[in-house]
Structures are given as C-alpha cells and as structure tokens.
C-alpha cells in the first residue's frame, strides 16, 4: 500500500516570504505523477502543480515549484512571494496504482501573516 | 475548461433516507471518475473509483451496498448512500480524470443526517 507522510500539520510564512511544504511517499512503482493540490475555506480542491516522475527537472508554475528527488521519495513544495491568498490546506498527492487513483497525505494548513 | 460539477451543494436528510449526489463533467469527457469522503480539518479518503459502462471498485471499508455509485455516461456518474444515518455525514467531493491523468474535482456536497 502507497502511504504519504506531511509531517507539517500547521506551517506559517510572512507575506511575500518563502516557505517549502515537506511531503514523502512510499512506492514500489517506477512510473507515476506526483500533485500538489490546495484545498481553501471553501472546500474546492485546486491543482497546484504536477510532477511526472520520469522528469528529472523540478516543476514550476510561477510562484510555486518543486524539489523531487525520486530516490529519496521527497517531494516538497516551495511557495515564493507568499500572498494572502495562497493560506489555504495544502496536500501531496502522489498518483499511482492500475486506476491512477490519488493517495492524499494529511495535509499541511498554511497561514500567511500580513 | 475542466470543470467538474456537483448537485447538490448541500442536502440534509432523515435517517433511514437515501440521497442521490450528482456528479458532472461539463467540458470534458471522464471514463474514470472517483468519489471521495473528507471530515472535518481531515483529509481526503478515497471511497470508489467509477468506471463508464462498468461496475465502480470500492475501497476496503466502503460498503458498496451502502455507498451505490453509477457512471451512466462519460459525463455523468452519481453516488446514492442508502438507508443513511447520522454518521454519514460529512463531505463528499468527486473528482474526474482528464486526458493527462490529472484530477478535476468538484466543489463537494455537505451531507447532514439528522
């Protein structure tokens, strides 16, 4: 069974400061997509970022990338120029199995501070 | 584009009542679609993947006799919990599979049982 570890239940930053979100996964499967998704007050889940695994280069989407490291099972999420809109719920969810199903991990709350 | 539906928003219900979520892909055609239950500050838990044309694949735990989950169209699947109780309130999101095996969720339907 695929398990996803955040071990951040609660991260803070400072608008317009950087902050990483740690997330580690366990798999036996060589080929399959890692997410970022974040989930705010109003419960809509939001795609932040994907990752294939096969890409040795680290995703980017603006203000968010990452930092995969395959032979570790890290995949951390780096949020630069933190903006109040981006407090919110965060969850890795790396994607794996015959139907491609998501395993969410725990979750990390973020809160921005003015 | 990929935007994904859910019908009702919210819905409260006597036990013993079943009640009907719908869940739609609007521009976007999903022959995999999954149904998901999150309490409260907890994160998602997969509860079936839902095929087009096929039977869905319930998660250990999920009672599929309880939990009943139709995929009628590639547009359209919905989850029916039967003979519902107290306890099966919470918030139930679906999410459907695009081309690149990204998922697009739904806003989610809060289900109170009184």
């Known amino acids: 069974a695929q398990t996803v570890t955040q071990s951040q239940p609660e991260m803070s930053v400072q608008e317009a400061e950087t902050v990483t979100l740690s997330c580690t996964y366990d798999?036996?499967?060589?080929?399959?997509?890692l997410f970022w998704y974040k989930q705010p007050p109003s419960r809509q889940m939001i795609l932040v970022i994907r990752?294939?695994?096969?890409?040795?280069q680290n995703a980017t989407e603006n203000r968010f990338s990452v930092n995969f490291q395959k032979a570790a099972k890290s995949f951390s999420l780096k949020i630069s120029d933190s903006q109040l809109g981006d407090a919110a719920m965060y969850f890795c969810?790396?994607?794996?199995?015959?139907?491609?199903?998501?395993?969410f991990g725990s979750g990390t709350q973020l809160t921005v501070l003015p | 584009g990929a935007v994904v539906s859910q019908h009702p928003s919210w819905v409260i219900c006597k036990s013993g009542t079943s009640v009907k979520i719908e869940c739609r892909s609007l521009?976007?055609?999903?022959?995999?679609m999954f149904w998901y239950r999150q309490f409260p500050k907890q994160s998602l838990m997969l509860m079936a993947t839902?095929?087009?044309?096929?039977?869905?694949?319930?998660e250990q735990g999920v009672e599929k006799d309880k939990f009943l989950i139709n995929h009628a169209s590639l547009t359209l699947s919905t989850l029916t919990v039967t003979s519902a109780h107290p306890e099966d309130s919470s918030f139930y999101i679906c999410?459907?599979?695009?081309?690149?095996?990204?998922?697009?969720f739904g806003p989610g339907t809060r289900l109170t049982v009184t």
């Open positions: 521009d976007f055609q999903a022959t995999t």
């Open positions: 969810a790396p994607q794996m199995g015959s139907a491609r199903q998501l395993t």
């Open positions: 839902s095929n087009e044309g096929s039977k869905a694949t319930y």
């Open positions: 990752q294939e695994a096969y890409k040795q």
């Open positions: 999410s459907a599979r695009g081309e690149a095996y990204e998922q697009y």
């Open positions: 798999t036996s499967e060589s080929d399959y997509y």
